[in-house]
Structures are given as structure tokens and as C-alpha cells.
């Protein structure tokens, strides 16, 4: 089974600032891994995601991603926080090739303010 | 943009009554899944659907059933909704193909309110 855990349910950050969410997951398999964001009164989308080869992956908006296997964390990054980026973040799971990568584990989510 | 409509967008109901959630795809989307969504919880799947008439439960499928009878909608019902499936309802569908594995695509939610 495959599970994820978001450390820090709420982060706050200056517009500018670093942005660090983090994220471990548990697997038992090679895993996918992906990140998506949720803005108010809308549904997800994908912002990045990790299934093989190079692991920094770089997504929609300035966001990246360091798949590290040996600490099991996926923790997503943006050197410059912008207004915009407000919103709840999402790191997920699901087996990897070969098993069954169509059915996602999502985390609780991680809430992002951005303070001007 | 998916092409996936939910409907409705919010229901109010009272205990014990039956509710059904429709999702519509217009995009031949093979996956289809039925998530909630409830702070401090995240995401949770509830039941999903990989072909017509092929559903499987998720985490959380006790007191809801689905159906799909038609590739583009997959229905989530309450038989007798209760307080605790006071919920935000997310459909979403991934193609299933090769490249695009983990790529789901969401709707915009159904606010459902059980009194």
C-alpha cells in the first residue's frame, strides 16, 4: 500500500520568499509521485510529477520538484513566492510502472499563504 | 479543460434520504473516480471505475454505490445519506495512457449537506 504524508498543514511565506512544501511517502513499490494544487471553489490540477529518469522535475508556475529515494521525500519548491500562488497543495502517490499508476493516494494538503 | 461536468453543484438533504451525484465526461476518458474532500483529511477515494460497467471500491466506498453504465458518466449514490457524508465531492478521469499515468483531471465539485 502506498500512503503520503505533508509536513505542516499551513505554511506562510512573504511574497518573494522560498517556498518549501514537504512531502514523504510510503511505498512498497517504485512509486509515481506528483503534486497538484487546488485554487478556492475549484477542483485540482496537476502541477508536476515524477514516474522515472531525472529527478528534479520542474512543473506549471515557477514550481519544482527533487525525487530523493533514499529519504523518501518528494518535497516541492519555487525560489519566489507570488500572490498568485496562494492555495491548498496536494502531494500524491501511486504505484509505479507496472502496477496499478492510475489510482492516486492523496495527502491531507498543505495550505500556502502568501502575505504582501 | 477535461470536459467534466458535475451536477449539482450543491445539494442540501436530510438524513436518511437518497442522493445521487452525476459526472460527465466528454472526453472518451477510460478512469473515472469519485473522491471527497473534508479538512484535515485531504483527498479520500471513495469508489472508481476503469471501463464500463468496471467499478472498485476505494478507501472510503461504505454507504455509496456507482454506476457506470455509459463511458462518459459515472453516478455516486447515497442510499440513505447520513450526517457524515456532509462532504465536497470531486469526480475526476485519467486517460490511462502511456505517459499520462497519474494524470488525473478534476471537476469543480459537488457541496453536498446532510441535515
Known amino acids: 500500500a502506498q500512503s503520503v504524508t505533508q509536513l505542516g498543514s499551513h505554511v506562510s511565506v512573504s511574497e518573494g520568499a522560498l517556498v518549501l512544501l514537504r512531502c514523504n511517502y510510503s511505498s512498497s513499490v517504485p512509486p509515481y509521485l506528483f503534486w497538484y494544487v487546488q485554487y478556492p471553489n475549484q477542483g485540482l490540477?496537476?502541477?508536476?510529477?515524477?514516474?522515472?529518469?531525472?529527478?528534479?522535475?520542474?512543473?506549471?508556475?515557477?514550481?519544482?520538484?527533487?525525487?530523493?529515494k533514499s529519504e523518501t521525500s518528494f518535497h516541492l519548491t519555487k525560489p519566489s513566492a507570488h500572490m498568485s500562488d496562494a492555495a491548498e497543495y496536494f502531494c500524491a502517490v501511486s504505484r509505479g510502472r507496472g502496477g496499478s499508476n492510475y489510482k492516486l493516494?492523496?495527502?491531507?494538503?498543505?495550505?500556502?499563504?502568501v502575505n504582501p | 479543460?477535461?470536459?467534466?461536468?458535475?451536477?449539482?453543484?450543491?445539494?442540501?438533504?436530510?438524513?436518511?434520504?437518497?442522493?445521487?451525484?452525476?459526472?460527465?465526461?466528454?472526453?472518451?476518458?477510460?478512469?473515472?473516480?469519485?473522491?471527497?474532500?473534508?479538512?484535515?483529511?485531504?483527498?479520500?477515494?471513495?469508489?472508481?471505475?476503469?471501463?464500463?460497467k468496471d467499478t472498485d471500491k476505494g478507501e472510503v466506498s461504505d454507504g455509496y454505490s456507482v454506476s457506470r453504465s455509459k463511458t462518459?458518466?459515472?453516478?455516486?449514490?447515497?442510499?440513505?445519506?447520513?450526517?457524515?457524508?456532509?462532504?465536497?465531492?470531486?469526480?475526476?478521469?485519467?486517460?490511462?495512457?502511456?505517459?499520462?499515468?497519474?494524470?488525473?483531471?478534476?471537476?469543480?465539485?459537488?457541496?453536498?449537506?446532510?441535515?
Not at chain 2, 10 to 28: A, M
Request: hydrophobic share 30%; with cysteine.
Open chain 1, 45 to 68: 490540477q496537476l502541477l508536476l510529477k515524477y514516474t522515472t529518469g531525472a529527478t528534479l522535475v520542474k512543473g506549471i508556475n515557477g514550481f519544482e520538484a527533487e525525487f530523493k
Open chain 2, 1 to 52: 479543460d477535461a470536459g467534466i461536468t458535475q451536477s449539482p453543484r450543491h445539494k442540501v438533504t436530510e438524513t436518511g434520504t437518497p442522493v445521487t451525484l452525476r459526472c460527465h465526461q466528454t472526453e472518451n476518458h477510460r478512469y473515472m473516480y469519485w473522491y471527497r474532500q473534508d479538512p484535515g483529511h485531504g483527498l479520500r477515494l471513495i469508489h472508481y471505475s476503469y471501463g464500463v
Open chain 2, 72 to 115: 462518459e458518466d459515472f453516478l455516486l449514490t447515497l442510499e440513505s445519506a447520513t450526517s457524515s457524508q456532509t462532504s465536497v465531492y470531486f469526480c475526476a478521469v485519467a486517460s490511462g495512457t502511456r505517459g499520462r499515468a497519474g494524470e488525473l483531471f478534476f471537476g469543480e465539485g459537488s457541496r453536498l449537506t446532510v441535515l
Open chain 1, 105 to 113: 493516494t492523496f495527502g491531507k494538503g498543505t495550505l500556502l499563504t
